[in-house]
């Protein structure tokens, strides 16, 4: 019985570790034809709460789960772009 309960322990810590892993995206966003940064862009991950906004100088850090497939940027009087993260950082 002891045995059981260790496993069981170990299996629930290892599952929690594995769904707890993020990563975290940075970048600049700016505008491809005025070669402009864009200040207060919105930037959401799929799959989960919360999102940044690209500061002054248009950069910016968000922390993803490891479950978000893409980023959605939207910006007042562009068009919303959702980027496929894969790999990237």
Known sequence: MKKFQCLLLLF???GSVVFAQKKVITGKVTDQAAKTVLQGVNILADKQKGGAVTKADGTY???VDTRS???????VGFATQTIIIGDKT
């Open 12 to 14: 629930l810590f290892y």
């Open 69 to 75: 497939a893409s980023l959605v940027f939207s910006y």
């Open 61 to 63: 850090s968000i922390t």
